[in-house]
Structure formats: structure tokens, C-alpha cells
């Protein structure tokens, strides 16, 4: 019997694909914020920039094939994130 149920869903492979290259929204918003911080900080003459919340793993990621160094963490239940230079 085939399957002839229409759907708009990307393989699995694709997915995989799209989440590790950051092709999402979540990642592509985190990563402007993330840029415009770091561009800010260098403005500024400062040799760090975070802020709220975890980043995605694949703007960790490619922050730190540029060479940054990127920290998560929390206290007291706020979530944060550094990346230095």
C-alpha cells in the first residue's frame, strides 16, 4: 500500500542539517543579538559581552570557530552567557 498523504516535511537528514548550520529562527535571532553585543563591547573597549539565557548550540558553535571563548551558565535560577575575547 502507498502513501499518498501530502505533507510539507523536510527528511530527517535535512532537519539534522538545518538545525546544526543554525538555519532556524531561534538561532538566526540569537546570533544578531549575539553580533550586535560583541560589536557593542568592542565599541566600548571591552573584551567580553552576554546575556540572558542559554545560546543555541550552533551559535556557540560558531563563535567558537572564530576563535571566541563561550560560557553558560545561571545563578540563582537566571540563565546567562559570556563570550570573551
Given at each position: 500500500?502507498?502513501?499518498?498523504l501530502?505533507?510539507?516535511?523536510?527528511?530527517?537528514?535535512?532537519?539534522?542539517?538545518?538545525?546544526?548550520?543554525?538555519?532556524?529562527?531561534?538561532?538566526?535571532?540569537?546570533?544578531?543579538?549575539?553580533?550586535?553585543?560583541?560589536?557593542?563591547?568592542?565599541?566600548?573597549?571591552?573584551?567580553?559581552?552576554?546575556?540572558?539565557?542559554?545560546l543555541?548550540?550552533?551559535?556557540?558553535?560558531?563563535?567558537?570557530?572564530?576563535?571566541?571563548?563561550?560560557?553558560?551558565?545561571?545563578?540563582?535560577?537566571e540563565?546567562?552567557?559570556?563570550?570573551?575575547?
Amino acid at each position: 500500500m502507498e502513501n499518498k498523504l501530502e505533507m510539507n516535511i523536510p527528511s530527517a537528514e535535512v532537519a539534522r542539517k538545518s538545525f546544526e548550520d543554525g538555519e532556524y529562527k531561534k538561532a538566526q535571532e540569537q546570533a544578531a543579538i549575539v553580533s550586535q553585543r560583541i560589536n557593542a563591547a568592542i565599541a566600548n573597549g571591552q573584551k567580553q559581552a552576554g546575556g540572558e539565557g542559554f545560546l543555541e548550540d550552533p551559535v556557540k558553535s560558531h563563535l567558537e570557530c572564530l576563535g571566541y571563548k563561550v560560557s553558560n551558565g545561571s545563578q540563582m535560577n537566571e540563565s546567562y552567557w559570556s563570550v570573551s575575547w
